[in-house]
Structures are given as C-alpha cells and as structure tokens.
Nanobody, 125 residues
Framework: QVQLVESGGGLVQDGWSLRLSCSASGAIFSINSMGWYRQAPGKQRELVAAITSGGSTNYADSVKGRFTISRDNAKNTVYLQMNSLKPEDTAVYYC???????????????????WGQGTQVTVSS
C-alpha cells in the first residue's frame, strides 16, 4: 500500500517562514501531479499549489510570490516553502497526489486521489 506523510508544520509569527514536506511511502513506481491544499476553520479546503511530474507549477493567487512548491521525484517527496507568512495562512495543510503507481509482488497498481493526514500551520500576529 501507499500513503503520504506530511511534516514541517508549526506555530510561527507573522512574516516568518516554514517548509512543509510530504513523502510517499511504499513501493512507488511513479507519482503524477502533487499538490498542497489547506483548510481553515469554517472554510472549504482550497488548493494552495500544485506541481506536475514534469515540474510545471500553479499557485493560488493568495500565495503567489510567497510560496514555492517543488518536488524530488527520486525521493517521492514534495515540498512547500512558505515565506512571509500571514495570519490568514493559518490552516491545516494537506498533501495530495492525484495518481500513484506502485508495485505489488507481480504487477503495478494505481491509487488515485491520495491524501496525507494534514499538518497544522498557525501564524500569529
């Protein structure tokens, strides 16, 4: 089986930086697009940033110029560098992979729309 595990959240002050990491575990063959989403209390989950397997990126307007998404395909890991954090960035951040191809003992299988457990980011003013 495969799963995504996030790390790097925490409590920071307005203007500080954090880097989130999300690693896929299991016998991974390939991962298609990966992304970071966030959900603040009382709000819907929203896309923060996404990156394709080839490295193309897109960002929510609210984080453009402050956040950078990147990935290391050899490590099956995606990162989110968050600079100039604001109180409105406070949320639970979730990692997502739209399709993971992984090995079983005799063949490959695919798992779609895979989510991590989430990591809390709190920015105090």
């Amino acid at each position: 089986q495969v799963q995504l595990v996030e790390s790097g959240g925490g409590l920071v002050q307005d203007g500080w930086s954090l880097r989130l990491s999300c690693s896929a575990s299991g016998a991974i063959f390939s991962i298609n697009s990966m992304g970071w989403y966030r959900q603040a209390p009382g709000k819907q989950r929203e896309l923060v940033a996404a990156i394709t397997s080839g490295g193309s990126t897109n960002y929510a307007d609210s984080v453009k110029g402050r956040f950078t998404i990147s990935r290391d395909n050899a490590k099956n890991t995606v990162y989110l560098q968050m600079n100039s954090l604001k109180p409105e960035d406070t949320a639970v951040y979730y990692c997502n992979a739209d399709r993971i191809t992984y090995y079983t003992w005799a063949y490959t299988r695919q798992k779609t729309d895979v989510w991590g457990q989430g990591t809390q980011v709190t920015v105090s003013s």
